[in-house]
């Protein structure tokens, strides 16, 4: 299965920018959808966007018009632009495999995730 590795985090001031970056390593990577997610201090994991294997996107409501998800499968990894950065962007980014049926689904795989602060 497939291993993944996020980076990019950092601490920005509301209204920036950042692009997170999933990097991957084993087999097939480009048969794989991948999925963004976060977790915020006392809060649940929460889906943040997602690409299907032929680069089909999708996202939550909270971050649509200001996040974009891509991938590179040459460079096995998929990418998320955050623009226009809020305080409550402020979490534990992590990116996940799965893939695309009727609906998404993910397999329990999790990176170490990547911190992103987002200061007023």
């Known amino acids: 299965q497939v291993q993944l590795v996020e980076s990019g985090g950092g601490l920005v001031q509301a209204g920036g920018s950042l692009r997170l970056s999933c990097a991957a390593s084993g087999r097939a990577f480009s048969s794989y959808a991948i999925g963004w997610f976060r977790q915020a201090p006392g809060k649940e994991r929460e889906f943040v966007a997602a690409?299907?294997?032929?680069?089909?996107?999708d996202y939550a409501d909270s971050v649509k018009g200001r996040f974009t998800i891509s991938r590179d499968n040459a460079k096995n990894t998929v990418y998320l632009q955050i623009n226009k950065l809020k305080p409550e962007d402020t979490a534990v980014y992590y990116c996940?495999?799965?893939?695309?049926?009727?609906?998404?689904?993910?397999?329990?795989?999790w990176g170490q995730g990547t911190q992103v602060t987002v200061s007023s």
């Open positions: 690409i299907s294997w032929s680069g089909g996107d």
């Open positions: 996940r495999p799965g893939g695309r049926g009727s609906s998404w689904y993910w397999y329990d795989s």
